[in-house]
């Protein structure tokens, strides 16, 4: 196919893009974003062919012509112009995995590359709001008689749950920092609690296989105890409430082998998931309907969740599977609550809105899956499209203990016994850095809302942040911190002084 400039006119500038893309904008609005009229005589020997795409490959319209003097904001523009956005969001762009963060011009000088081959342009939606990286410790709040095994925000942030050795689960007034509730019923450990994401709910499972429902108003268990399980529960997991709303099923695994889908209405099991040869690890609910649970035999398998029929299984893993993540599993956690703190008024609108959030960050392809375990190695996988691993991610000296997918998707941290932190690209799976730091074993990983920031807890006692300043992972030459530790200054191999708050 062969494309050719076309000059969309406009009163002050001009884009040059192929013929198709100018008869949809042929009111010329993306001509006021980048080359003036007397540029346009350098036209041949000053612009290069690209074509821009989602992270999943997916092309924004058809390639076109841009002069090598156009750079991030300018492609900005582009992007929420031909995604027809009426708030014009920020987007980040990366060529061959390295963000541009320089003129294209520059871009393929730098880097050799031909002005005669189509410069594939991969656009990543950023944040929108940024959070202040944690710094010290605000407060020390006693209560628990015991080590405390599982933490847990709810999903509009706030109320915290704690469980504990003690066998009790706390509520916490996150404003005056003090106990709410102290929550008994249990008779062994606290090992798992989830809210469910329309905030209404609150399930623990404790050691000895039993799980409670719990009143956030007063503390008091919801009824008895759910049993079913025979051994320790080891994850909690609810329906997404853009499937389901009000929230009503969760799924939960155990030791015993088992995974159970619940429906907290009726206050019993309604589907046995049977299948695993060991005990069962990690259990998550999909967004796309599916559950997948992954085992100390070393599969990961897939259920659907109307009648509990295995679909598939997943193999590649030579040890136990210890942990698994989605790549929306923070829009599914958090259902229709984001930074802006907006209630809704009724479960319908509720649902519309955790779909709509959903959907930006699944964008159009299947939810991706990764999984860590004690063969040292990390799996990517597409378990929607296929069976086999997408990619192998090998690195890690030790066992992989926990993995995460950062909210908007882009990336992946493992944390393993080799006192390590890896950073993998979340679509691809290429090796993208190691955090080191810890003197000893990394037990989990947990990301801002804004995926800017990166949190691992050690054996160590410590915890630590790991700030991504990913505006391109160049070689850096010089830092400075100001004297009054507000900014940082960095300039490196891509030329560009950066300032960091």
């Not at 590359?113 to 010290?136: D, G, H, N, T």
């Not at 429902?213 to 994850?235: C, E, F, M, V």
């Not at 659907?304 to 997943?314: A, D, F, K, Q, Y």
């Not at 947990?446 to 691992?456: E, F, G, K, Q, Y």
């Amino acid at each position: 196919m062969v494309f050719c400039t076309f000059p969309i006119p406009t009163k002050k500038r001009n884009l040059f893009v192929s013929p198709k893309l100018a008869s949809e904008t042929a009111s010329g609005r993306l001509g006021l974003l980048l080359m003036g009229v007397e540029e346009q005589k350098e036209m041949n020997s000053a612009s290069v062919m690209c074509l821009l795409t989602d992270p999943e490959g997916t092309p924004l319209g058809v390639p076109m012509y841009l002069p090598q003097n156009a750079g991030p904001r300018q492609l900005q523009e582009i992007v929420n112009e031909l995604l027809n956005n009426e708030e014009k969001f920020p987007y980040s762009f990366y060529i061959s995995d390295q963000e541009l963060v320089v003129q294209l011009g520059s871009y393929l000088e730098e880097n050799k590359v031909s002005v005669e081959k189509v410069l594939r342009i991969v656009y990543q939606p950023r944040a929108v709001f940024r959070i202040r990286p944690v710094s010290r410790c605000s407060a020390t709040i006693d209560g628990h008689k015991s080590i405390i095994l599982t933490v847990a925000f709810s999903p509009d942030g706030r109320q915290l749950a704690s469980g504990s050795g003690d066998a009790t689960l706390r509520l916490w007034d996150l404003n005056t920092q003090m106990p709410l509730h102290t929550c008994t019923g249990h008779k062994s450990w606290v090992l798992s609690i989830a809210w469910s994401p329309d905030g209404m709910h609150l399930v623990s499972g404790s050691r000895a296989g039993d799980l409670l429902s719990w009143d956030q108003k007063t503390g008091k268990a919801s009824g008895n105890p759910l049993i079913r399980h025979s051994d320790a529960i080891t994850a909690i997991s609810w329906e997404p409430v853009h499937l389901k709303s009000p929230c009503r099923r969760f799924v939960t695994s155990s030791k015993d082998r088992n995974a159970h889908i619940w429906d907290i209405s009726l206050r019993k099991c309604i589907i046995s998931l049977t299948g695993h040869q060991s005990p069962v690890t990690c259990v998550k609910w999909g967004g796309d309907g599916m559950i997948y649970s992954s085992s100390e035999d070393c599969t990961i398998k897939v259920w659907e969740t109307s009648e509990g029929r295995h679909i598939r299984e997943l193999k590649g893993h030579g040890h136990w599977v210890n942990s698994i993540a989605l790549s929306t599993e923070y829009v599914l956690r958090t259902g229709a609550f984001d930074h802006t703190g907006k209630q809704y008024s009724s479960p319908e609108e509720m649902k519309e809105a955790a779909l709509k959030r959903y959907n930006k960050i699944r964008g159009n392809a299947p939810e991706r899956l990764v999984t860590g375990s004690d063969d040292l190695t990390v799996i990517l996988w597409e378990p929607a499209l296929s069976k086999h691993p997408k990619v192998r991610l090998t690195g890690h000296q030790q066992v992989v203990n926990h993995v995460s997918f950062s909210p908007d998707g882009q990336w992946i941290a493992s944390a393993s016994f080799d006192k390590s932190v890896k950073l993998w690209n979340g679509t691809t799976g290429k090796f993208v850095a190691t955090f080191r730091g810890h003197v000893g074993p990394v037990y989990q990983t947990c990301w801002s809302a804004d995926s800017r920031l990166l949190l691992s807890g050690s054996k160590d006692s410590t915890l630590k942040v790991h700030i991504l300043l990913i505006s391109s992972f160049e070689k850096v030459f010089a830092v400075d911190w100001s004297p009054d530790g507000e900014k940082v200054a960095s300039g490196g191999r891509d030329r560009v002084l950066k300032l960091w708050m």
